[in-house]
């Protein structure tokens, strides 16, 4: 089996370990079980759970990535554009037991340590929210207010998605709510209202 392989077997195994036990209670020998190979293995590829985790997240975060830029609707404001592509992160996310076990009170603090302190996740968390925003095209974009830096508002968009995946906010997975939260408290803090 090649790295790539198995890299990919054992990030299959954990979110499906993560899924059914909960991050937390999910250990090295129960992901080494759910990929059918031994523990020396999983650690040969990964030093820890974290960085298991890291690399669920990574891939996750380049699904969604790819995912948003075919389904979001050319002909939207850049207001509605945002809220769209976060309403459907946060329902994905929050709708997925690999990942709701990961972000939800058990897994947080763990979320919180890789997202933190690894800059993987940070980079392709920034490369994501910056996706959104430029993927929007120049038209869209000339609608950002004048006085936000784009570093600032990837680094704001990064930062709510993760509280609004984490609970915060509204805790409703109704995209109505969402767009409406979003809509009021996030959305006039980066374009220009007219």
């Known amino acids: 089996m090649s790295p790539e392989e198995a890299n990919t077997l054992i990030l299959d195994a954990a979110e499906r370990a993560f899924g059914r036990l909960g991050f937390e209670r999910t250990t090295i020998d129960d ?4 990929a059918g190979v031994s523990r020396s293995l999983v650690y040969r590829h990964f030093g820890s759970r974290d960085e298991i ?27 509605d554009y945002i809220e769209d592509a976060m309403v459907h992160v946060v329902v994905m996310v929050r709708s997925d037991p690999s990942l709701i076990s990961v972000f939800s009170d ?32 120049p038209e869209r974009a000339s609608q ?6 784009l570093d600032a508002a990837v ?8 509280a609004l ?15 409406e939260y979003l809509a009021t408290f996030v959305i006039p803090t980066l374009v220009r209202m007219s």
């Open 31 to 34: 992901i080494a079980d759910e």
């Open 53 to 79: 985790l890291t690399g669920v997240i990574g891939r996750i975060t380049d699904a969604l990535t790819a995912d948003l830029t075919e389904r979001l609707d050319e002909t939207q404001s850049l207001g």
């Open 165 to 179: 995946i984490q609970g915060f906010g509204p805790v409703s997975d109704d995209p109505d709510l969402l767009r």
């Open 106 to 137: 058990g897994g947080r603090a763990a979320a919180g340590r890789v997202v933190g302190t690894t800059d993987d996740i940070k980079a392709r968390a920034r490369r994501f929210a910056r996706s959104i925003l430029e993927s929007a095209g």
């Open 144 to 149: 950002l207010r004048d006085d936000v830096d």
């Open 155 to 162: 680094d704001h968009l990064v930062l709510v998605g993760l």
